[in-house]
C-alpha cells in the first residue's frame, strides 16, 4: 500500500502501549504526526479511499488491543495545543491538555475549572463531552474546526455536534483540531482556589498515581426535561460495582482498584485482553445483581 507523503512523521507498524496510560495494545499500521493544520488536510485528502484512520489523543480513555490498529492513527502534537485568550472565549488546540486550558483560562480570569481535573486532551472532551462537577463541555462550546476523512476543513456549532451524555455526533474518523469556549469571568485566585479543592478531593478519592485510564464505566444517569445529564439521579458505577463484589476482583495483570473500583487497573504486567476481559466480568456480574448494564466509558478500539 502506498501511502501520501507528509511534512510530518509517518511512521509504519508503531507500538501503540507506550502511548496510552494503561500501557497496553498492539501496533498501528501507520501512526502519523501532521506538521500542521494544511499537512494533515493534504494527506487526508490523499489518502486512499478505503484507508481507515483513527484519531488519538494522549490515549487517556483508550483500551488499544493487543493486535494493534488496522488503520492510520492521527496523533495530533506541538502544533495543535495553543491556547489564546479572547474576552470570554478560550480558543484551544484539540492536543492541549484539558489541565492546561483550566489553568490559563483562570490566570485570565475565566472560568473553565471543570476541565482541571479531567484526563486527556480538548479534542477528547469535545467528542466525548466531558464534564466534571456538574459542568460539560456542551456548557462552554462554542464551535470547534475538524479535518474531515476527505481531507475539508470545517467549522462545527452545537447543532452539529449534537451533545449528549458523554456522547456527541462527532465522525469517528474526523480530526477536531480546534475548539472555542465561552467562560463566566471570576478572580483568578478564587478559581486556582478552587482547582486546588478539586485536585485534592481527587487525590482523596482516586487512585491518580496507579495505572488506570480514568473512570470505567459510565454512571448510569437520569436526564433533565432539557436533554442535558441530572447528576443528582446518576446511580453511580462504582457503588453498583461494589454491590456486585467486585471491588478488587483481578483477571491476569488487571484489577478493579481498591481505592476506586470504577477504576481498571493496571497493576503492571497486564495485556489488553486482561483489562478488557475483567471489565466484560463486570458487566456480566452488575446485571446479574442489579438488572442494570454498565455502558463502557474507556474506549476500546483495534484486533484482539
Known amino acids: 500500500m502506498t501511502l501520501p507523503t507528509p511534512r510530518g512523521t509517518l511512521t509504519p507498524d508503531r507500538p501503540l502501549a507506550d502511548l ?17 493544520l494544511d499537512d494533515l488536510s493534504d494527506f487526508l485528502k490523499a489518502l486512499p479511499a478505503d484507508v481507515p484512520v483513527f484519531p488519538m489523543g494522549v490515549g487517556s480513555n ?12 492521527v496523533r495530533l502534537g506541538r502544533g495543535f495545543n495553543g491556547i489564546t485568550i479572547e474576552g470570554t472565549l478560550v480558543r484551544a488546540g484539540a492536543a492541549a491538555l484539558d489541565a492546561h486550558v483550566a489553568r490559563k483560562a483562570a490566570a485570565a480570569g475565566l472560568d ?4 482541571r481535573t479531567i484526563p486527556g486532551t480538548i479534542g477528547g472532551a469535545v467528542r466525548m463531552n466531558a464534564g466534571c462537577y456538574g459542568s460539560y463541555t456542551a456548557d462552554h462550546f462554542v464551535e470547534a474546526v475538524a479535518v474531515t476523512r476527505a481531507g475539508e476543513v470545517v467549522t462545527l456549532g452545537p447543532e452539529q455536534m449534537n451533545f449528549r451524555y458523554r456522547q456527541s455526533d462527532l ?18 485566585e478564587e478559581l486556582n482556589a478552587r482547582m486546588e479543592a478539586q485536585l485534592a ?7 491518580v498515581k496507579d495505572r488506570t485510564a480514568g473512570s470505567t464505566f459510565r454512571n448510569p444517569a437520569g436526564f433533565s426535561s432539557t436533554g442535558q445529564a441530572d447528576d443528582s439521579h446518576e446511580l453511580k458505577a462504582w457503588k453498583l460495582i461494589d454491590d456486585a463484589g467486585m471491588r478488587g476482583a483481578t483477571r491476569g495483570g488487571a484489577l478493579m482498584n481498591p481505592k476506586h473500583s470504577n477504576f481498571l487497573t493496571n ?24 438488572g442494570i448494564t454498565l455502558e463502557w466509558e474507556i474506549m476500546r478500539v483495534g484486533d484482539a
Open 201 to 207: 478531593r481527587r487525590n482523596e478519592t482516586q487512585p
Open 112 to 115: 473553565l475549572t471543570f476541565l
Open 267 to 290: 497493576t503492571g504486567d497486564a495485556s489488553a485482553a486482561d483489562l478488557e476481559g475483567l471489565g466484560e466480568e463486570v458487566r456480566k456480574r452488575v446485571s446479574e445483581c442489579s
Open 20 to 36: 496510552t496510560w494503561l500501557r497496553v495494545g498492539g501496533p498501528a499500521d501507520y501512526l502519523f504526526q501532521p506538521a500542521d
Open 62 to 73: 483508550l483500551i488499544v488491543r493487543d493486535g494493534g490498529i488496522r488503520a492510520v492513527v
Open 171 to 188: 465522525p469517528e474518523d474526523a480530526v477536531l483540531v480546534e475548539a472555542v469556549f465561552r467562560a463566566e469571568t471570576g478572580d483568578p
